[in-house]
């Protein structure tokens, strides 16, 4: 049951990113994908099977998180202007996978 409510959950915001695509403020629709769906998921099952503390390494790291998606973001917006979108796309989510990659090295050694 838990499952089929997430994936509820992940369909809704897909639905309304698609609506709000559509109208005047077509641009709130990079606002939504940050709502904290997916992160109060995560929360709360961590929180239910590692206890608070390891919730808090989570939030900190969380935090950190913001970086390889402000990354994805500057090269989108470096990408599609020289690039047809499905290539700046994928570009910019391989630029992602590399900063959540160092990211997660960097974490895992301060944290070993």
């Known amino acids: 049951?838990?499952?089929l409510i997430?994936?509820?959950?992940?369909?809704l915001v897909v639905v309304l990113?698609?609506?709000l695509s559509k109208t005047r403020n077509y641009y709130i629709a990079g606002l939504l994908p940050l709502f904290p769906t997916f992160a109060l998921i995560a929360h709360y099952i961590v929180a239910?099977?590692?206890g608070i503390e390891a919730l808090r390494t989570t939030i900190i790291f969380g935090m950190w998180a913001i970086i390889p998606y402000?990354?994805?973001l500057l090269s989108l917006w470096y990408f599609v202007s020289m690039m047809r979108l499905p290539y700046a796309?994928?570009?910019a989510v391989a630029c992602w996978c590399l900063a959540a990659w160092l990211l997660i090295t960097l974490w895992s050694k301060?944290?070993?």
Do not use: E
């Open 70 to 72: 402000f990354i994805y």
């Open 6 to 11: 997430k994936a509820v959950l992940g369909a």
């Open 89 to 91: 796309l994928g570009s």
């Open 1 to 3: 049951m838990g499952l």
């Open 48 to 50: 239910s099977d590692r």
């Open 17 to 19: 990113i698609g609506m």
């Open 110 to 112: 301060w944290h070993a």
